[in-house]
C-alpha cells in the first residue's frame, strides 16, 4: 500500500503540469477553483471557456481519452484522472464543455453516423460548439423512459413538439441530443428515438428555471414544432433508448476531485470558536458526537475513492464500491450543512455575511444541497441501482411491464 | 496510487478463509456458545499451527514474519467465521503490547509461547462499569508486586499472561502478570456473547514485570488500543459482511405477497445501506492498516476512524440480520443470534464507538 504515482503517472503528470505552467496560472492557496456555469454567467465567461479549449486542443490536451481519430491521445483513466487533478490547480475558466465532451460525443461516437462523427466531433472538442442534453420531462425524471416529447416523421424531417427540463447551459448550446416518444402503441422502452437537434432551430423556447437557491443553472427547453432533419437520427427509429444508456453510462463521476474530505476542518473550526454560553460549542459533547461521525463518513468517502483509483490506475474496472460516492456524498453535504447552521444558534437563519459565519457560506451550502441529493440519480433511485445492480437483489415490481406506452396510468402531472 | 492488497497478501487471506471454510463453520461457534467451554481448543491449535497468532511477530522471536498487512487480512477472515478462539486478546493485545514496549527478554520468553498458541494472552484493564480512564485505574503495584480485580476480561479465564493498568507512584504503570501464579485468582463471567469468553482476574502480591516505562503506562495504553483497534475493525468488517450475505440471501429466497421480500424498496434500500455502511468501514479500515503497517502519526485518527465505522457497520449488521430474518431470527435455532451477540461483543470490548467518536475529536482538536 502506498499513495504514490507510479513512474509512468509521475512522468505524466510532470508533463501535464509544465503545460499547464507555461499556459496558465497555478491558484493560490486561498482560491477557489472554477465552479459550474450559474446564473450572472455571460457571454464573456462562455468566450473565455472557449479559448482555453482551444489552447488545450492545439496542445494535445483536449479530450485526452479519446481515440486519436476523433482527436484525442487515448490515454488511460488513470491519465484522465491526473490530468484533471493537475488541472484543477490552476486558474481556468469553468468547464462548459463537460455534457457534451463527456457524455454525448461519446455516444456519437458509438451510435452515430460517420456523416455525425465527422461534423460533430471535432468542433466539439475544440469548445466551438457547446452541447446540452434534452432528457427529462416534467412527467419523466426518475423514470426516464415515460418520456412524452413526440416526433412525428413528415417526409425526410420530424416534427418535435413537447418540453424538456433541467437542461445546463442549453441558452449557450448550439446543440442538444434529445430523446422523443415515436411509438405511442409500442412498450415504453421501445418507442424511442434519439436525435440531434439544432438548438437554434424554429419553435425552441428556452427559459431559466429558478432553483431555490436563487440559482439559475438550469433551463426548461419548450418544443413547437420543431423540424429536425432524418439524417440527425442516432440510432434507429424506436431504437433510441439503447443510446440514452450509453449517454447516462457516461455520466461522469467525481472520482479523483480528492474532495470528500473537504469541508470538515471549516465545520470544526466553526465549532471551536462558536460561542455556546461562555463556552466554545466545540466543548459540547454532543456536538463532538455529530462531528465525529461526519468525519467518519467523510473520510470513509475519501479512502473508498482510493480504492476506485487503485483498480483505475491498474487499468482494471473499480469494483462495485465506486458507485456509492454521491449516495453518501450528497446526504453527507446536507447533513453538515444543516448542523454547520444549528451551531450558529439564531443566526444560524441568516444568510447575511456579517452576521452568519464565514460569510454564510453553509447556509448557501444547505440551501444548494437538497439538488445534490436529485441530480443526476435520486438518493433512492441510487439504492436501487446498488441493489439492482451490485447486490443483485430483485428488481422493482413494475405496473409498465409489457404495456403499450399508451396505456400505462399516468394519475397527476402528466398531460 | 495503490490503496490495496498485495497479490500475495490476498491470496493468504484466500488460504485463511478456506482453512475457515472448512474448520470452522458456524456450528463450531454454536458449539462454543451452548458449552461451558471458553473457545474452541482444536480451532486454537489450527491458527496456531497456520502461522496466524504470531503472524505479524517477527521470525527470531517464533512468529511468521509478516506484518500487519497480513495479520489484518486473517482478522478480517476469523470475523467472518464468527471463530470462537482468543485471537482478538493474544494476538492483537497481548502479542502487539509486547512487540511495541517489551524488552528483549520479555519479548524471547512469552513472544514464541503466544505464537505457538501454548500460552493464551489478554489485556487487563477495566475494574467496573463505565469509560475506562486513567483515573479509574485503582490496582495498585508496589515493590514488583501487584493487587486488585479486573473485569470483565475478554479471555481472562483462559489466558495465561495478561497485560494490566495498575497504578504506582508515578502514575500508570502497565505491568506483565504471570496468570499461572498461585496468587491469581480467574473466575469465568456470563457474557453477552458466550462464544467468546470473559473473565474476572483477581491480584494478590502477585509478581509482576513492568512493561515498558513506569509511569507512562497510560500514553503507552493508548497506543497498544490503537494498534488492536485497527485489527479489530478488520475482524468486524468480516463480521458484518457475513452477517449480510447471509441476510440478503434469504431475503432473496423468503416469499411474501408472492414475491421475494427482497423486492420490496423497505428491505431493498436497507440492505443497500447496510451495504454502503460496510464499504465505508472497509475503505476506513484499509487506511487504518496503512497507518499501522507504516507506523505513521496518522494511526491516532486513522485508528479512531476505522473503530468507529466498522462498530457502527458491524453492529447494524447483527441487528438488521435479526429484524429482515423476521421471526425466526429471534429463535435460538437460526444462527442470527450468534451475530446479534458477536457484533456487540465486538463494539464494546476496546470501548464503544461513541466513545472513540470522543477520542477522535480530542486528537483532531490537539492537532
Known amino acids: 500500500m502506498d499513495f504514490n504515482d507510479t513512474a509512468e503517472e509521475a512522468e505524466f503528470r510532470a508533463e501535464a503540469r509544465t503545460w499547464l505552467k507555461a499556459n496558465t496560472k497555478r491558484l493560490k492557496h486561498d482560491e477557489a477553483p472554477p465552479g459550474l456555469l450559474d446564473e450572472g454567467e455571460g457571454r464573456s465567461v462562455v468566450k473565455a471557456a472557449q479559448d482555453w479549449q482551444a489552447k488545450k486542443a492545439d496542445g494535445g490536451w483536449a479530450c485526452i481519452t479519446w481515440a486519436k481519430e476523433f482527436g484525442g491521445r487515448e490515454a488511460t483513466a488513470i491519465q484522465s484522472v491526473i490530468w484533471n487533478q493537475e488541472e484543477a490547480r490552476f486558474k481556468t475558466p469553468p468547464n462548459i464543455f463537460a455534457i457534451g465532451q463527456g457524455m454525448l460525443g461519446p455516444t456519437i461516437m458509438v451510435h452515430g453516423t460517420e456523416a455525425q462523427k465527422k461534423r ?29 416529447t413526440s416526433a412525428v416523421k413528415d417526409g425526410d424531417e420530424w416534427i418535435v413538439n413537447g418540453q424538456k427540463s433541467w437542461c445546463t447551459g442549453a441558452q449557450f448550446s448550439k446543440w442538444g441530443m434529445i430523446v422523443t416518444r415515436t411509438d405511442l402503441s409500442a412498450v415504453k422502452h421501445a418507442g424511442i428515438t434519439y436525435f440531434i437537434v439544432d438548438m437554434e432551430s424554429p419553435g425552441i423556447e428556452i427559459r431559466p428555471i429558478r432553483q431555490i437557491n436563487g440559482g439559475t443553472g438550469f433551463n426548461e427547453v419548450f418544443f413547437n414544432d420543431v423540424r429536425i432533419p432524418d439524417e440527425n437520427r442516432v440510432g434507429a427509429v424506436n431504437d433510441g433508448w439503447r443510446g440514452a444508456i450509453t449517454t447516462l453510462m457516461n455520466e461522469r463521476s467525481s472520482i479523483g476531485s480528492g474532495g470528500g474530505g473537504a469541508g470538515f476542518s471549516d465545520l470544526l473550526r466553526l465549532a471551536k470558536e462558536t460561542d455556546w454560553g461562555g463556552h466554545s460549542a466545540l466543548d459540547d459533547p454532543s456536538v463532538r458526537q455529530r462531528l465525529a461521525d461526519f468525519y467518519v463518513r467523510s473520510k ?36 453538515m450543512s444543516s448542523f454547520a447552521c444549528d451551531l450558529q444558534g439564531q443566526a444560524g437563519a441568516s444568510l447575511e455575511a456579517g452576521v452568519a459565519f464565514d460569510d454564510a457560506t453553509w447556509q448557501e451550502s444547505w440551501l444548494a444541497s437538497p439538488g445534490l441529493r436529485l441530480a443526476g440519480g435520486t438518493d433512492e433511485i441510487l439504492r436501487n441501482i446498488v441493489a439492482e445492480r451490485v447486490l ?20 397527476h402531472g402528466t398531460k | 496510487m495503490n490503496f490495496d492488497f498485495s497479490e500475495e497478501q490476498k491470496l493468504l487471506q484466500k488460504t485463511a478463509r478456506d482453512y ?112 475506562v480512564s486513567d483515573s479509574g485505574v485503582q490496582a495498585t503495584l508496589k515493590g514488583g508486586k501487584l493487587n486488585g480485580t ?61 512493561l515498558g516505562k513506569a509511569g507512562k503506562g497510560w500514553a503507552l495504553m493508548q497506543q497498544i488500543l490503537d494498534r488492536a483497534a485497527v485489527l479489530l475493525a478488520f475482524e468486524q468488517v468480516g463480521t458484518a459482511s457475513r452477517a449480510f450475505e447471509i441476510t440478503k440471501d434469504y431475503t432473496m429466497g423468503r416469499y411474501a405477497f408472492g414475491r421475494p421480500i427482497a423486492s420490496f424498496q423497505a428491505l431493498k434500500h436497507r440492505l443497500a445501506d447496510l451495504y454502503v455502511s ?90
Open chain 1, 300 to 335: 470513509g468517502l475519501q479512502y473508498t475513492g482510493y480504492r476506485t483509483l487503485t483498480a483505475i490506475s491498474r487499468g482494471t474496472t473499480p469494483g462495485p464500491e465506486s458507485s456509492i460516492g454521491k449516495l453518501v456524498g450528497a446526504p453527507l453535504r446536507q447533513d
Open chain 1, 120 to 148: 460533430h466531433i471535432r468542433p466539439m472538442l475544440r469548445g466551438e460548439e457547446i452541447w446540452c442534453q434534452l432528457f427529462s420531462e416534467p412527467a419523466a425524471g426518475s423514470d426516464l423512459a415515460g418520456l412524452r
Open chain 2, 278 to 367: 460496510i464499504e465505508l468501514a472497509r475503505s476506513n479500515t484499509y487506511y487504518g492498516a496503512w497507518a499501522l503497517e507504516n507506523r505513521s502519526p496518522e494511526l491516532a485518527t486513522a485508528a479512531c476512524g476505522a473503530r468507529v465505522s466498522a462498530s457502527d457497520a458491524c453492529e447494524l449488521a447483527g441487528t438488521e440480520m435479526i429484524q429482515m430474518h423476521g421471526g425466526v431470527g429471534y429463535t435460538w435455532e437460526y444462527d442470527c443470534h450468534l451475530f446479534y451477540r458477536r457484533a456487540k461483543l465486538l463494539g464494546l470490548v476496546l470501548g464503544s464507538a461513541d466513545e472513540w467518536r470522543e477520542k477522535l475529536i480530542q486528537r483532531l482538536d490537539a492537532a
Open chain 2, 20 to 131: 475457515l471454510e472448512d474448520h470452522a463453520p458456524l456450528s463450531v461457534c454454536r458449539a462454543v456458545l451452548e458449552s461451558k467451554e471458553t473457545h474452541s481448543a482444536e480451532l486454537w491449535k489450527g491458527a496456531a499451527e497456520m502461522g496466524w497468532l504470531g503472524a505479524a511477530v517477527p521470525e527470531e522471536y517464533g512468529g511468521a514474519g509478516f506484518g500487519h498487512l497480513e495479520l489484518a487480512l486473517i482478522a478480517e477472515e476469523v470475523g467472518r467465521a464468527l471463530a470462537p478462539i482468543p485471537f482478538a486478546s493474544s494476538a492483537y493485545l497481548a502479542t502487539e503490547a509486547l512487540m511495541e514496549a517489551g524488552s528483549d527478554e520479555q519479548k524471547k520468553r512469552w513472544l514464541p509461547r503466544l505464537a505457538s498458541g501454548e500460552t493464551i494472552g489478554c489485556l487487563a484493564l477495566a475494574e467496573r462499569p463505565g469509560r
Open chain 1, 392 to 411: 443483485g437483489l430483485p428488481p422493482e415490481m413494475r405496473a409498465d411491464k409489457g404495456v403499450a406506452f399508451a396505456d400505462i396510468p399516468t394519475g
Open chain 2, 150 to 210: 479486573k473485569l470483565p476480561v475478554l479471555d481472562g479465564d483462559v489466558a495465561g499472561l495478561a497485560v494490566v493498568a495498575a497504578r504506582d507512584g508515578k502514575g500508570v504503570t502497565l505491568v506483565l502478570a504471570d496468570l499461572d501464579d498461585k496468587t491469581v485468582t480467574k473466575e469465568s463471567l456470563r457474557s453477552i456473547d458466550p462464544s467468546r469468553s470473559q473473565g474476572k482476574l483477581g491480584f494478590s502480591d502477585t509478581p509482576v514485570e513492568v
